[in-house]
């Protein structure tokens, strides 16, 4: 059972976490609303949180500091297009 308990928690320790910070339905930390921020207006960043709410990847990879640093990077080019 433990090797059972121990796979689990590898697989969904992530998401678990993650889904009982939202459940506080409190304010998100300031890291995760910039973040947010950044993702509206991104399809692909948009598409990639909808599959981290779904279950389809994980927190872990969503939040993966080449995909974050990705995220800003396409949102600071959106408002360097945009001022343009």
């Known amino acids: 059972m ?4 121990h796979n689990r928690d590898a697989q969904a320790g992530a998401m678990y976490d993650f889904t009982c910070e939202l459940a506080r339905l409190e ?3 300031p890291e995760l609303q910039q973040i ?4 509206y207006g991104n399809q692909a ?7 981290l709410n779904a279950g389809t990847i994980s927190p872990t990879e ?4 080449e995909n974050v640093e990705a995220i800003f990077a396409a949102a ?8 343009a």
């Open 36 to 39: 947010l921020e950044a993702v």
């Open 45 to 51: 960043a948009m598409d990639g949180f909808a599959r």
């Open 62 to 65: 969503f939040f993966a500091p």
């Open 76 to 83: 600071v080019r959106k408002t360097q297009w945009m001022s």
């Open 2 to 5: 433990s090797e059972y308990q």
């Open 27 to 29: 304010p998100p930390p």
